[in-house]
């Protein structure tokens, strides 16, 4: 069950499977199972957890864990929170493909099919060197399903065919076929097809831009080619229309005009594993992914191509256990009028060089530690056009700069009940290529287009964590204390103008606590998160001197937003073994935060804006019943009570101020009925 799953994964400490272990792996699928640097706020969620209550974006995915939130109730603009930090901060990947960068700032940059996955693990925070590059506030990872994890033991083919219905407002319709080639060797089709309409918010409005048509195509293929040889290659294609607003992660007012836009994904995978001793057990993944935005009032379109590929090594010797390896990334945008002749373009790249070692320095104690080389290049080009009425100029920018990290931490166990942990890491993250909409000059009459100060250097982050735990046979809490110092933070638009600069120091800092209870046929869960996320901003930024800032989603786009504390409790219990059910409660607490400190020295408002974010409850519950070997139904209701609210992790209201800068208010109820048939 959910309960203890969370609090089993995100208490365990991990690394890859070892060779001997994988000889005893009937599926001989790689795991992670142990780690230390940054175990104490590590999440798994299982493909149970998304089925149980239906999940249909990223906010449903992350509903119950409250170190974790989403912002923006239109899909197309969602972006994911951790610890006060946008996914911008995160290195997040798709069977080991890295998601890179943004077509849009006010969409996001992280899509996902719920359908698809089996397993997702977060990493909050920085953490170990084989998290990969930039991953300065943690790390996401998104495993898919294959065909093995689909069929029974005495099956060779199988299928599903599933229909959703959204009582606010929409449907989902999906198959899936699914079977076996050899006694090691199988493929996997999926193909979904979404319908939304405009959504309703809690006190009944309709809540506009929010309506999209989505279809997703994916197929994987995976096995065994020879003895200890596994290959796994798979292909997502994903396109979404709709018509949305200049700013989708903004309120869309009655009447606002909307425009036609198109969002394309196509992302090709390769994993390779080859598992031939203690000494080498080695895995290797190649990734290609092209994503593009069209739309919007100028009719523009943005492309952004990536490729890289991660090649490591496992090494065991008696009580050391050495993970090392290379990886690269190549990300390249461009921009420009979809129906124009010129393009502006950005090129960055990272190549990494890292190592991760554990020792079992006593029976009790487990110590980690690793080193990572991170260079990275960046590289701009503008072009403006007469096109636009603006003389044919070109200007370049070009970065080359290099970091080292490191990290150390260890995990203590007290007694058989007690343990404790500690950990150390260091990140860094040079300049990424950016979105294109603020790339495209043309936008802005070519003359505010944003380009990098000679002087940027690269972000670094020194992360320190703490935790306690408690582990019985029914029983299980944790309580985990954290600080994160993000230096010379890279940001655009300060100063007046757009160009890159270090700006400051941003500083996250907070308190996690989670507990999971089982009895007899009843799972209790509880979790709680205070996060202060602000910048200490460095001289010269501002015509006034503030020691410290709150982050907020209008000011701060792409850095983070301020939360109020966040509490999720729930229940799950099992009626029999063919039916469940659960629910769950959220609350965020009230918070207030000064803001607008750029607007006041830009001369848009005259003073700070007190921003209030209210409190607000939200409440789940789901169904599911067995009805045959075959047929599953799922009935699942998300706010219950039609709380009217705005995330905390959305633009908040400051509509005092500027009258359209709202954040759009999340879906009132909405009752999730789903029937699925397997063959």
């Known amino acids: 069950m959910k309960t203890l799953a969370l609090l089993s994964t995100i208490c365990t400490l991990t690394s890859t499977m070892s060779y001997a272990e994988t000889q005893n792996n009937e599926d001989n699928s790689s795991i992670e199972k142990i780690s230390v640097v940054g175990a104490a706020t590590n999440l798994s969620i299982t493909a149970e957890e998304i089925e149980q209550y239906q999940a249909n974006d990223l906010a449903d995915i992350f509903r119950y864990s409250p170190s974790i939130s989403v912002g923006g109730s239109v899909g197309v603009a969602q972006k994911i929170y951790i610890r006060g930090l946008e996914d911008a901060f995160l290195n997040v990947t798709v069977d080991g493909a890295q998601q890179t960068s943004t077509l849009f700032h006010h969409i996001g940059r992280v899509t996902i099919d719920p359908d698809l996955l089996q397993q997702i693990d977060v990493q909050a925070g920085a953490g170990e060197a084989t998290s990969g590059p930039g991953a300065i506030g943690g790390s996401i990872r998104f495993k898919t399903k294959d065909a093995q994890d689909l069929l029974a033991e005495d099956e060779n083919f199988g299928g599903r065919i599933k229909a959703n219905y959204f009582s606010n407002e929409g449907t989902r319709f999906s198959g899936s076929l699914y079977g076996k080639l050899s006694d090691s060797w199988g493929v996997l089709g999926y193909y979904s097809t979404v319908d939304r309409d405009n959504m309703e918010d809690g006190d009944g409005n309709e809540i506009y831009g929010t309506a999209a048509d989505q279809d997703i195509l994916f197929l994987k293929a995976s096995g065994e080619i020879a003895l200890n040889h596994f290959l796994s290659l798979s292909l997502e294609q994903r396109e979404e229309e709709g018509e949305f607003s200049a700013r989708p992660n903004w309120v869309v007012l009655e009447g606002e005009a909307l425009y036609p836009s198109e969002a394309k994904r196509d992302t090709y995978v390769a994993n390779y594993r080859f598992a031939h001793s203690e000494l080498m057990d080695l895995e290797a993944t190649a990734y290609q992914t092209n994503s593009s935005f069209r739309g919007g009032r100028f009719d523009w379109l943005a492309e952004i191509d990536t490729y890289g590929f991660d090649l490591r090594n496992s090494s065991e010797l008696e009580l050391h256990r050495f993970v090392y390896g290379i990886d690269y990334r190549k990300d390249e945008v461009t921009s420009g009028p979809a129906q124009g002749v010129t393009e502006n373009a950005e090129e960055g790249s990272v190549l990494g060089i890292y190592a991760q070692g554990y020792t079992d320095l006593t029976p009790q104690l487990l110590l980690s530690y690793g080193v990572r080389y991170d260079d990275y290049e960046f590289q701009q080009k503008i072009l403006l056009d007469e096109y636009y009425g603006t003389p044919i100029t070109e200007s370049a920018s070009s970065l080359d700069n290099s970091e080292l990290s490191f990290n150390l931490g260890f995990s203590y166990e007290l007694t058989e009940s007690w343990s404790l942990g500690l950990g150390f890491a260091q990140a860094a993250r040079g300049k990424q290529i950016g979105d294109g909409f603020t790339l495209d000059g043309y936008l802005y009459d070519g003359s505010d287009i944003p380009v990098v100060a000679e002087d940027l250097v690269p972000e670094t982050v020194t992360n320190l964590e703490a935790s306690v735990e408690y582990s019985s046979t029914n029983l299980n809490a944790k309580f985990s204390v954290y600080d994160s110092s993000l230096d010379d933070v890279i940001f655009e638009g300060f100063e007046g103008n757009s160009i890159f600069n270090n700006i400051g120091t941003l500083e996250s800092n907070g308190v996690e606590f989670d507990l999971a209870y089982r009895w007899k046929s009843f799972d209790l869960f509880l979790g709680f998160s205070h996060v202060e996320a602000e910048l200490k901003p460095r001289d010269g930024i501002y015509s006034v001197s503030y020691s410290s800032i709150d982050l907020n989603g209008y000011e701060f786009v792409g850095l983070g937003n301020s939360r109020g504390n966040t509490w999720v409790a729930g229940l799950d219990y099992d009626i029999n073994t063919n039916a469940s059910v ?39 519950m789901y169904a599911n019943w067995q009805l045959s070997d075959s047929l599953i139904l799922n009935v699942a209701v998300t706010n219950l009570f039609n709380e009217q609210y705005i995330d905390h992790s959305s633009v908040g209201d400051y509509s005092e101020v500027f009258s359209t800068v709202i954040g759009p208010h999340e879906a009132g109820r909405d009752i999730r009925i789903s029937m699925s048939y397997d063959f």
């Open 582 to 620: 659960g629910f769950s409660v959220t609350k965020v607490d009230s918070i207030d935060i000064d803001t607008l400190h750029q607007a006041v020295d830009l001369g848009w408002t005259d003073s700070l804006y007190r921003l209030n974010k209210p409190s607000y409850t939200t409440v789940d």
